[in-house]
């Protein structure tokens, strides 16, 4: 953007929305950045894999022998050329049939439709309608022209002939087809109105994964993005009235999701590059983005896309944003700084949280911010300094200084209960390959209630589903010396990353699994709060 056009900065135009082919009946890849792009010219396409992994593998965990290849179950729901290749060279003795699923099978069943779509030990195998995204097809993929083929040690069926040309392509379009049971049902359709999903945006794949609370596996991956690189997803919030909404570091647009279908309907250009913490009005009706471009806050009216205005100016690194209940007075952090920006209709102040560091010459690093209920005082992530620091939002004064691990950056509020979730990224783990931790603090009497340090790599989004009462902590596992994924089934190159899910009452993990999924998962938010 040409920061000496103005008029752009304040005028948006609403982009006409494309579905983005991802798959057609052949594949085949434009070499720019590891995006890929699909048509009917050729069956070639390319991805990187990461093949050296060390995890135990939910597929090449399997050992039978050729001759136990008899059906498990006659209702398997599947539709009938489907369910003969899954139930016959799948669900079979010694892998991934009721027996011997949980011991050999990675704790994937395929003995019907049903189990399908529970998933494995490490999360969902497929992905309706998106199988770039679906591990299944990679693993049991014999054929080049069709896609990355697994080593000779990873390959499904365990010693068994592969795939035919004619069977993975009947499994690959049938995934494309949103993979319907027998009857037609899509997996995850029912009760989209009112069914609880957690949404979390990729920073390092324009991607949104969309996570059903109640079995936990990904159920749907939304492609976000216009542009053929990578915009650098940085902020995902749903609305009241059911909208998400996406904005970029990279590009100008942000978009509309509808979370009924899960699909983008909208989205509008100009004026906002470089645009990191987003917080969305009560009534779903504005959002404001703290902008490094012009430090500033800029309004946006989410019907329309036009800008509104700017909050505040010559703020420096503005990041985290919080706002009063009324959404007239604004506060936003100073990302490397110690000072958090207060923007009120009668001017701006510079509220130092740190009165041992002076004003704009470094300090504890005000990450994110985020209010109490009772919008009385807030909550800040220091980077630096390792601490939550809590200010009174009206006297503008330090209450409370919490320490807790290293480099905290996503600060969470539970509706049902008195708790505040912070994801320390390098906060060191005892468990080996293993670093990070989430620290959960009542936010009345500020103690901590429990430190959570587990097979995490990173963990920096969070999400808390209070229907089921459940905590989501998403890994980044952007660094080689972490965990190597199980499979790397994504059009983005990279490391998986992955997330773990914890009882939201006693915080305990509510099963051993460490759930795959696409690369960097940044931000995260829960459809119903």
Not at 412 to 436: A, H, I, Q, T
Request: contains cysteine; neutral net charge.
């Amino acid at each position: 953007m040409n920061p000496a056009s103005h008029e752009a900065l304040f005028s948006f135009k609403s982009i006409k929305t494309e579905p983005r082919r991802l798959w057609s009946f052949h594949f085949c890849v434009l070499p720019i950045k590891a995006r890929y792009f699909y048509n009917n010219s050729t069956t070639m396409f390319r991805r990187l894999m990461t093949t050296g992994s060390l995890a135990v593998l939910c597929f090449a965990s399997c050992k039978h022998s050729p001759q136990y290849t008899t059906p498990v179950t006659p209702e398997d729901n599947f539709p009938p050329e489907v369910g003969k290749i899954i139930t016959t060279k799948c669900a079979t003795a010694g892998c991934h049939n009721a027996a011997s699923y949980q011991t050999s099978g990675g704790g994937l069943l395929l003995d019907s439709w049903q189990h399908l779509f529970d998933g494995g030990n490490t999360g969902a195998v497929i992905v309706p309608f998106s199988p770039e995204n679906s591990s299944l097809l990679y693993f049991t993929n014999a054929h080049e022209d069709l896609g990355p083929i697994p080593p000779d040690e990873m390959k499904m069926p365990l010693n068994s002939p592969s795939l035919s040309r004619e069977e993975y392509i009947t499994l690959r379009d049938w995934v494309m087809a949103g993979a319907p049971d027998k009857s037609g049902n899509i997996p995850f359709a029912s009760n989209a109105a009112t069914r609880q999903k957690v949404y979390v945006l990729h920073q390092g794949c324009d991607y949104v994964s969309v996570i059903d609370a109640e079995k936990n596996v990904v159920m749907r991956c939304i492609p976000v993005g216009i542009l053929p690189t990578i915009e650098t997803g940085y902020s995902f919030k749903i609305a009241s009235n059911g909208l998400g909404y996406v904005n970029f570091w990279s590009s100008e647009v942000f978009q509309k999701i509808d979370t009924k279908t899960d699909q983008v309907i909208e989205q509008f250009s100009g004026g906002y590059p470089n645009s990191s913490g987003m917080l969305m009005s009560p009534d779903g009706n504005e959002l404001v983005l703290s902008n490094s471009f012009m430090n500033a806050l800029l309004r946006v009216q989410t019907e329309s896309g036009q800008m509104l205005g700017t909050y505040g100016s010559g703020m420096t690194a503005p990041h985290g944003v919080a706002a009063n209940r009324h959404f007239d007075t604004f506060f936003v952090t100073e990302q490397y700084g110690n000072a958090v920006y207060k923007l009120y209709a009668g001017g701006q102040k510079k509220i130092s949280v740190d009165d041992r560091t002076p004003s704009g010459s470094g300090g504890p690093g005000v990450y994110n911010i985020v209010m109490s209920p009772d919008f009385s005082r807030y909550f800040v992530s220091c980077q630096h300094s390792n601490e939550v620091r809590v200010m009174d939002a009206r006297a503008d004064t330090l209450i409370a200084v919490i320490p807790v691990g290293s480099k905290p950056q996503e600060l969470l509020v539970s509706r049902s209960k008195p708790y505040l979730f912070v994801s320390c990224e390098e906060d060191p783990n005892m468990l080996s390959l293993f670093k990070g931790s989430v620290y959960i603090i009542n936010y009345n009497t500020f103690q901590i209630v429990e430190r959570i340090a587990e097979r995490f790599y990173m963990p920096h989004a969070m999400a808390v589903d209070d229907v089921f009462g459940k905590l989501f902590v998403f890994s980044r596992n952007i660094d080689p010396e972490g965990p190597v994924p199980h499979h790397n089934s994504s059009v983005c190159s990279g490391r998986n990353g992955y997330y773990s899910v914890y009882d939201f009452y006693n915080l305990q993990p509510v099963n051993n699994k460490r759930y795959e999924i696409t690369i960097d998962p940044f931000a995260a938010d829960t459809r119903f709060k």
